[in-house]
Nanobody, 121 residues
């Protein structure tokens, strides 16, 4: 069984920063792409940022220049550094990963349980 667990969310004032982390655990052979999505109340889930195993990244236009995605392959962990937060960034943030399972070597897309980020004064 593979699990993704997020941490680092919470309440922050406008203009502030947060750093999200997501660690994959379980029977893992390898992890390909990893990324972050978010879902605000009443809105569809949207992609925020993604990173390949080699470190290539892409971002949603709304977060370019403010958010930075990175990963530590040795720790099976992906990070999202969020700076210059504003109210529109308030959402539940989900990490995801394309995991090569150690049990059968199939590539399976996993999601974390989600973590709340609230930007408010």
């Amino acid at each position: 069984q593979v699990q993704l667990v997020e941490s680092g969310g919470g309440l922050v004032q406008p203009g502030g920063s947060l750093r999200l982390s997501c660690t994959a655990s379980g029977r893992i052979s390898n992890i390909n792409a990893m990324g972050w999505y978010r879902q605000a109340p009443g809105k569809q889930r949207e992609s925020v940022a993604a990173i390949t195993k080699g470190g290539s990244t892409n971002y949603a236009d709304s977060v370019k220049g403010r958010f930075t995605i990175s990963r530590d392959n040795a720790k099976n962990t992906v990070y999202l550094q969020m700076n210059g937060l504003n109210a529109e960034d308030t959402a539940v943030y989900y990490c995801n990963a394309d995991v090569v399972r150690g049990t059968d070597y199939r590539v399976v897309h996993y999601w974390g349980q989600g973590i709340q980020v609230t930007v408010s004064s």
